[in-house]
């Protein structure tokens, strides 16, 4: 079972871009899909998009569109999510998390993201 | 996109007894594409149940779940005390994978 391991907190303006990486160890994204998840403060769960690398196709939810970048570097093991024109409402620690594409089964310990000014 | 409706919202029970959670979607699911997780504070989910009644490794056989269509449940048949946390349901079988709200399982 891949192990993953996101960056750190991280505090942005309003309006800017934050790009949260993943690594896996034990295993390889070429045979694993990456979805990205995140989490409001006191809030639910709400699925952004994820990525199967042996395709090469990505997939975003609606809401997220034209904001949101899912990428991995096979190089290095890493997956990235990348989300632009940040507002207040995109506080919240985001999940990476791997495995099978549609019940990911390896989950990173989250990177909590503040947008404040 | 499909709405997950997760019902209660709150349950309160004690160590050994039996906790049935629902998740009801706004259209039609495929079986296969329902998943369960389990969430404690300050941690990150852990998948415990796909394909809707499929354990994922190493999770104890007290839980299992069931359900077809529209009407899914989770069941605890014995509660452990670290069983007391927040559930979620998902699916992906449309995208977006919507999650349900939760169910919150606390200690009575």
């Known amino acids: 079972q891949v192990q993953l391991v996101q960056s750190g907190t991280e505090v942005k303006k309003p309006g800017s871009s934050v790009k949260v990486s993943c690594k896996a160890s034990?295993?390889?994204?070429?045979?694993?899909?990456i979805t990205w998840v995140r989490q409001a403060p006191g809030q639910g769960l709400e699925w952004m998009g994820g990525?199967?690398?042996?395709?090469?196709?990505?997939d975003y939810a609606q809401k997220f569109q034209g904001r949101v970048t899912i990428t991995t570097d096979e190089s290095t093991s890493t997956a990235y999510m990348e989300l632009s024109s940040l507002r207040s409402e995109d506080t919240a620690i985001y999940y990476c998390?791997?495995?099978?594409?549609?019940?990911?089964?390896?989950w990173g310990q989250g990177t909590l993201v503040t947008v404040s000014s | 996109e499909i709405v997950l409706t997760q019902s209660p919202g709150t349950l309160s029970l004690s160590p050994g007894e039996r906790a049935t959670l629902s998740c009801r979607a706004s259209q039609s699911v495929s079986s296969s594409y329902l998943a369960w997780y389990q969430q404690k504070p300050g941690q990150a989910p852990r998948l415990l149940i796909y394909?809707?009644?499929s354990r994922a490794t190493g999770i104890p056989d007290r839980f299992s779940g069931s359900g077809s269509g529209t009407d899914f449940t989770l069941t605890i048949s014995r509660l452990e005390p670290e069983d007391f946390a927040v559930y979620y349901c998902q699916q992906s079988g449309i995208s977006p994978y919507s999650f349900g709200q939760g169910t919150k399982l606390e200690i009575k």
């Open positions: 034990g295993g390889t994204f070429s045979n694993s899909a």
């Open positions: 394909g809707a009644s």
């Open positions: 990525l199967i690398p042996i395709f090469g196709t990505t």
């Open positions: 998390a791997g495995g099978s594409y549609r019940h990911p089964d390896s």
